[in-house]
C-alpha cells in the first residue's frame, strides 16, 4: 500500500528554520509530482510548492518565495520542504501529496503541524 509520512514539524519562533520531509513507501517519488500544501484554521488550503522529482523542476507560493526549498532525494524516496525566516502566518498544518499525472492517482500524508510562535 501506499503511504505518506511527514515528519519534522513542531514549535519555532519567528525568524526561525524548520525542515519537513516526507517519506514515501509504496509508490517511487521520481514517478509522481509531488506538493507541499498547507491549510491554517478558517483558511482554504493552498500549495505552498511542488516539485517534479525526477527533473527537479520546483514551483512556490508567492508567500513563501525566498524563504522556503522544496527538494527530493530519489534514494530516500523522501521529498523535502526546507522552511527559512518563518513568519506566525506560516502556522498551518502542512500536508504532503504526490501526483501521478498519467496514472491520474493521488495520495495524501496524514500533515504535520506547524507552529510558529514567540
Known amino acids: 500500500h501506499v503511504q505518506l509520512v511527514e515528519s519534522g514539524g513542531g514549535l519555532v519562533e519567528p525568524g526561525g528554520s524548520l525542515r519537513l520531509s516526507c517519506a514515501a513507501s509504496g509508490i517511487s517519488i521520481s514517478s509522481y509530482a509531488m506538493y507541499w500544501y498547507r491549510q491554517a484554521p478558517g483558511k482554504e488550503r493552498e500549495v505552498v510548492a511542488t516539485i517534479i522529482t525526477n527533473g527537479g523542476a520546483t514551483n512556490y507560493a508567492d508567500s513563501v518565495k525566498g524563504r522556503f526549498t522544496i527538494s527530493g532525494d530519489n534514494a530516500e524516496n523522501t521529498v523535502y520542504l526546507q522552511m527559512n525566516s518563518l513568519k506566525p502566518d506560516d502556522t498551518a498544518v502542512y500536508y504532503c501529496?504526490?501526483?501521478?499525472?498519467?496514472?491520474?492517482?493521488?495520495?495524501w500524508g496524514q500533515g504535520t503541524q506547524v507552529t510558529v510562535s514567540s
Open positions: 501529496q504526490a501526483v501521478h499525472i498519467r496514472l491520474r492517482s493521488d495520495y
